[in-house]
């Protein structure tokens, strides 16, 4: 038999427990009846120990089903501690919890105060209300009768004055007199008549209206002890006149206005606002502003700034992508061309927003730190030299693949160039050379030290493009002998090479400068510059010869007929125009998020969007995310450029040697960028004359000037057979001192690219002026400086 007792129990302290006690016994039987039955066989009962105690009793708190249900959270901030799991913890997170929320309903509060909805506004718009309606239409009416009897009194007045001066028309005006004094008689009787009804009806709802206020002032202030019960009072006719003007006489945009600062909602982006809240500011951005039916949003904080899934009704993000600029007026405090979007791979008509802060770069890190040789052309893919906002790496393949760097000037291509050495001039197994003929090497910073090569001129370019072109071309002829199957594959022994070329626009200005002799019978015309990089890309990728090229864009305004740029692998896009996206990415990029035309390139000390790019490369890099250039000082620069140049350059294997015999690179390990330019850098030695005559200046005490005569005159005394004037005659003309002064001046100055003028001079002592050969102008020629 199973037996169960249920019976209401209590603790030490007198409070009613639910007790249960459950007995371990096999299943209840049946009651026996009164009448008697023969008994059945039945199956044998279990045997329960009754040595053991019994279970104890189940005690606690009976846990209803609401309790387990979340409750509403306005804020977003309320910890969620499970009934079940109520501890010290969780009580004290709980009780912090109401007493932030208390505190902010006290806020909340203190602000409604200075609203039209504060106590103060609010009784007193009930007071109003109530005198409105107790002056009711009859009282408007009687006022407004009021007013027309005063103003056709005083019109009747005016007329009997015209019309007791008139000179003219004097009847006309008295006629008019009488009918307006006719007219202003009605008026009062309809006035007097509306005022008489009105004030019956005035009386009436002023009865209704005050009577009961006053009979609870006096009941407060007889019953309860005089001035406490009338204060009493006078406080409950201020909750009734206020319970009256609860709500605002405003316009519906004004009291949406009034709803959004009460319940909170921010009017300016920041980073430390509530995810909630910026839910709210953008999907009131979306949905009003711009029109975009908006499916659902997802916010997504990040140390950045916000990351926001966008789910769409019915729509493609062309819209909202056309829309930025206006998306970012709607949210005050947003940086101008920073919003960014991202087309989603898993559905048409899901995009990424991303919202980032005043510092989203925060999580890409220096520019890391790789050893001399420690780094082979297999490992180029892994090599970070740039990160995006969440610093995820940005790492491109070098392995018989070419890369384009597109930018507008001050755009940080040059630095992400140089970011893209660091890993390069790493490696243990490519050769790096490099041409800059639009800034003279300066693009490549201190890693032109640990180059192989560095063309700065366009003779040093063709060498460094033939030397190229022809290993690349040369190359498939070793793959078999070398056991390399199909491509070059890059070692120490036999390296891979790569040519960087920075300011490529100065190259295809360079290429069409150049000029070539007639070729003999037999022979070809040799390739511009820009045909050479051209047919290096056609033909030497398999021979792992590779490009990196940095360009201010691939239009052909800007390089040409070389719009082959836009067609390389990979392709990183810095701050650059709306043409070379669509030349790059096609017609619809921008529409999916491939928005590089937004971002700012640096302006003064300002840098903004520089060095950041839209990377496109492969499956690795197919989603519109931009990235910025890891970077380093430039002394560490210098420092990792000395250590790689001094651990030695790789060097060319000797069966590519055979497809270029008798070339020598320029300028291994950067040169000296002045070295060519040595004897313009020396002083020029000054002619003899000009040695001369500043010695005789120096001699008389450096006068102001001399006269033409007078500086020929010293000339002569010095050198007396040199300035004969009869050696300056021709027949019998015979040339004034000022005439041989002036040429010979003029023979010695020329190929100089100087002259030296007469000009007027004031001689010491003298009231007027004369002309001559001034000393200031004498400094100058001979590199004195301009003061006299």
Known sequence: MTETDERTAKTGRDEPMAKVIRLPFIDAEPEASDTTTAPEPAAPAARVDMTKPAPAPVEGTVI???????????????????????????????RAYVQRQARRRVRRWVARQRTPRGIVPTTFRGGVRVQRWVRGVEGQNADAAKQRAEMLALEATRAARRAQFALLQRDAKKKAADVAQQESSMALVQATAAVSSARGKFFQRAAAAYLPMAGIDVAGFVFMDGMVGLGTGVLVNLAVLARVGRRPDMSPEELEELERAEAGLPDRFEMGMTPRAFEAMLHEALTKEIGIAVHSLQIFPRNWGFE???????????KLSDNLALLEACLPGVRTNSALLQQSAK????????????????????????????????ELHKVQFGADMSGRSLALPGKRTSAAYIGKPRSGKSTMLRARLDALTATSDRIIVGIDLGSYGSGFGPYRKCMSALARTPREARIVLEWALAVGMGRPKLFNRLGMGMNWE????????????DEFPALVVAAKSETFADPEEGEDKPLRLDELVKQINLTSAKSDVTLEIASQGVTKDRVGANTWLAELPVQVMCPCDKDDIVQIAGGGAMAQGWRPDRLLPAMGDAIYDASVAYVMAGGDYCE???????????????????ERAAAGMCELDKASKAFAPGVTLPNPGGGDPWEDDEDE?????????????????????????????????????VQPDTWDLEKFATGDARMTKGAVLALVLDKVLAPRGAKWAKESYRPKGAKSTVKGYRLRDLKRLV????ES
Do not use: M
Not at 358 to 374: C, F
Not at 628 to 642: M, V, Y
Not at 704 to 713: K, M, N, V
């Open 64 to 94: 209803t089903a609401d309790e387990w249900e979340l409750a509403e959270d306005a804020e977003g901030d309320a910890p969620w501690i499970h009934p079940a799991l109520r501890t010290t913890e969780g009580r004290t997170a709980r």
């Open 624 to 642: 519109p995310i931009p990235y910025r250039a890891c970077i380093t000082s430039e002394d560490e620069a210098d420092r990792r450029a000395t």
């Open 308 to 318: 926001i899934q966008v789910v769409l009704k019915n729509q493609t993000p062309e």
């Open 490 to 501: 890059a070692s120490p022994a036999n390296p891979g090479i790569t040519v960087i070329i």
């Open 347 to 378: 559905a048409r008509n899901e995009c990424v927003l991303r919202i980032p802060g005043d510092d989203p770069w925060k999580a890409v890190p220096e520019l890391p730190y790789r050893a001399p040789k420690s780094v082979t052309t297999h």
């Open 783 to 786: 590199g004195e400086g301009d």
């Open 681 to 717: 850098d020396q002083e020029e030695t000054l002619p003899v004359l000009l040695q001369a005559i500043r010695s005789i200046y120096r001699s008389l005490g450096d006068p102001s000037g001399l006269t033409e005569d007078e500086l020929f005159d010293a000339l002569h005394d």
